[in-house]
């Protein structure tokens, strides 16, 4: 349905993506996920055509709409990470506004603010002015906004951030309910992994501008099936500790945070009594241990060395 070939940006000669192929099909429901910087929005601001490609493609239907944005801009809804509404409107003028940008209009433009309220949850609140709402129920009416003109493919880009769990949990719930009811194709971006894991079919990691892995969940967790994680709690941290932890044979990669040490070692590696030897060495204690089957945040940390909220 949609794909990208070999997209790259530039942004006065520093590269923000580098090469990046994706698909989406139709019905699918896809994550895009990386830390901050990585490259997430630049690709989605490409795929809108809010911003030109330095260069590669980008295919709807196997044709190149680089040039054409206007081939793309009715298919899309896209949920922008920026709260974009007028303030002293209610929301219910904003959408009639947002509207009209797509020409859509009398019963039928009423009929559809009433059904993306609907599916916001915010029926009951919109003739309340934006600036009374939190900033959950913005990002809701800016959800409706993208529904308005009904797409068939719906991007969001990490709507979640920074709102309240209800309206997070309403959001996630709704994404859901697009998705599989009405068959929308979603392309999903976070940093939070527990999302993307919930409502996703298929992921692509991106780091530095590029994907550094894709797949299934499955097939994601496939990277460490030649791994163990082992989940320490200590007395005290310790760096000193910590390198040389990172030392011992068949420890691939170590992440210390607080009091917690997370240490990947290779499938089966018996190193529990040598870690308590060596606290012991360093005056520290291992005051709980456990294995852990591995997780999409260890295959994260596996591919890049660090955690996706460093
Ligand atoms: N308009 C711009 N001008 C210059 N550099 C830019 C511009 N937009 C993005 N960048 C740079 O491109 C890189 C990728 O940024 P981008 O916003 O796409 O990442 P992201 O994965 O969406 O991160 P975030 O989660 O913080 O939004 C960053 O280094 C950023 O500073």
Known sequence: ???????????????????????????????????????????????????????????????????????????????????????????YENLKFFGS???????????????????????????????????????RVNIAAALLHQPKILILDEPTVGIDPQSRNHILEMVRHLNEKDGTTVLYTSHYMEEVEQLCDRLYIMDHGEIIASGTKAELLSILSTEDTIKVELSRMDEAFVEHVKTIEG?????ATHLQMKVIVKKGSQLISELVHLADQYHNQIVNFHTETPSLEDVFLHLTGRTLRD
């Open 1 to 91: 349905m949609l794909e990208t070939i070999n997209l790259k940006k530039s942004f006065k000669g520093n590269s923000a993506v580098q090469e990046v192929n994706l698909y989406l099909d139709h019905g699918e429901s896809v994550g895009l996920l990386g830390p901050n910087g990585a490259g997430k929005s630049t690709t989605i601001s490409m795929i809108s055509s809010l911003i030109k490609p330095t260069s590669g493609e980008i295919k709807l239907n196997g044709v190149n709409i680089v040039d054409k944005p206007g081939e793309i801009r009715n298919i899309l809804g896209v949920v922008p990470q920026e709260i974009a509404l007028y303030q002293e409107l209610s929301a």
């Open 101 to 139: 940008i797509y020409k859509i209009k009398g019963k039928e433009l009423e009929q559809r603010i009433q059904n993306a309220l609907d599916i916001v949850g915010l029926q009951e609140r919109q003739k309340d002015l934006v600036k009374t709402f939190s900033g959950g129920m913005k990002r």
């Open 251 to 255: 420890v691939r990669k170590v992440e």
